[in-house]
Nanobody
Framework: QVQVVESGGGLVQPGGSLRLSCAASGSIFSINAMGWYRRAPGKQRELVALIARDSITDYADSVKGRFTISRDNAENTVYLQMNSLKPEDTAVYYC??????????????WGQGTQVTVSS
């Protein structure tokens, strides 16, 4: 099994920055895409950003120009640098990792979520 652990959430004022980290460990074979979703109270889950193994990235329109996703393949880690944070960025952020298992094919594992609160 693949374990996914996030860190870096917290409380920040509007306009501030936070950096989320997500590390995968365990029975990793070959990690493909990694990314972040978020779920705000009363809203549907939203894909925030993803990064492919070759570092091609994609972002939700709501975070383009403010958030940057990056990865360290040697450490099986993905980061989300969040700048110019807004109250509407408040949500629980979930990391996911897509690992290509030799028998099961592509398998997605999720972290437990980390709370990000943007408030003055």
């Amino acid at each position: 099994q693949v374990q996914v652990v996030e860190s870096g959430g917290g409380l920040v004022q509007p306009g501030g920055s936070l950096r989320l980290s997500c590390a995968a460990s365990g029975s990793i074979f070959s990690i493909n895409a990694m990314g972040w979703y978020r779920r705000a109270p009363g809203k549907q889950r939203e894909l925030v950003a993803l990064i492919a193994r070759d570092s091609i990235t994609d972002y939700a329109d709501s975070v383009k120009g403010r958030f940057t996703i990056s990865r360290d393949n040697a450490e099986n880690t993905v980061y989300l640098q969040m700048n110019s944070l807004k109250p509407e960025d408040t949500a629980v952020y979930y990391c996911y990792v897509d690992d290509r298992q030799p028998l099961q094919g592509l398998k997605r594992s999720w972290g437990q979520g980390t709370q990000v609160t943007v408030s003055s």
